[in-house]
């Protein structure tokens, strides 16, 4: 599974936002940064995750999070 390839805070960011459904401002208060770094991290961890899925064959990632 790709996310199990992704470092830890990358993990712990895309959990926090997608499946437990936090705001960013949200997760910005259990990590202990702005929201802003919120979104930062998030938009890495997220193309980390593209870059994973791609590697192991998936189709390229398309969207906010992966430029073209």
Do not use: C, H, W
Request: avoid cysteine.
């Amino acid at each position: 599974f790709a996310l199990a390839g992704l470092r830890e805070r990358y993990r712990y960011v895309i959990a926090l936002r997608r499946f437990q459904n936090l705001s960013n401002a949200e997760v910005a208060e259990k990590l202990g940064i702005t929201p802003a770094n919120a979104s930062l991290l998030l938009t890495r961890a997220m193309r980390a995750l593209g870059d994973a899925l791609q590697g192991a064959g998936a189709k390229k990632p398309t969207g906010r999070f992966y430029a073209s």
